[in-house]
């Protein structure tokens, strides 16, 4: 299994989600409302395993099909909702920079979330920071369990979005 490994934060991700964000801009074009860099290593500082989160929102739900095929052909793996409604998970074409695709729709919760728990930390960098640390432990915890990494964390994330 691959181990949860937690890195300082390093500049070069927001490049990273730059070069991603143009790729599937250029096959979406106005599909797509909002590409949003969210996850950890959006919050400049925070430490994060060294994966690139997007969120692709869709202009209107209906055009699924089509930005699923024109993902499909960049190399995308589409997977389900992996259980969170209305967030729809591709696997990243092998060789690529590390990274987790999702498209969600209008409306979509998954999609607010992310967005809202982005920017708060953005904006609040000692509840980065106290994020950043509570990371590095459980992964040394849940080393092997990334189910049992990402429950772990539920308290906090929550937490984070009842004070945003």
């Not at 990273?16 to 996850?39: C, D, K, M, N, Y």
């Not at 904006?123 to 509570?134: M, V």
Request: aromatic share 8%; with cysteine; net charge negative.
């Amino acid at each position: 299994m691959n181990p949860i490994v937690i890195h300082d934060y390093d500049p070069r991700w927001p490049e990273q989600f730059a070069t991603l964000r143009s790729r599937i801009a250029g096959v979406l074009g106005p599909l797509a409302a909002a590409i949003e860099h969210v996850g950890s290593t959006a919050v400049p500082g925070l430490a994060a395993k060294a994966i690139i989160d997007l969120d692709v929102l869709l202009t209107t739900a209906a055009d699924f099909p089509l930005v699923a095929s024109r993902l499909a052909s960049l190399g995308y793996k589409h997977e389900g909702d992996l259980g969170i409604p209305k967030r729809e998970a591709f696997q990243a074409p092998p060789d690529d920079i590390h990274h987790h695709l999702y498209v969600c729709p209008p409306g979509s919760g998954a999609y607010q979330e992310h967005i809202t728990f982005r920017d708060f930390l953005r904006a609040h960098p000692q509840d980065a920071e106290a994020y950043g640390t509570l990371k590095r432990r459980l992964a040394v915890e849940f080393s092997d369990d990334r189910d049992g990494y990402t429950r772990a964390k539920t308290a906090f994330v929550l937490g984070i979005l009842r004070r945003a």
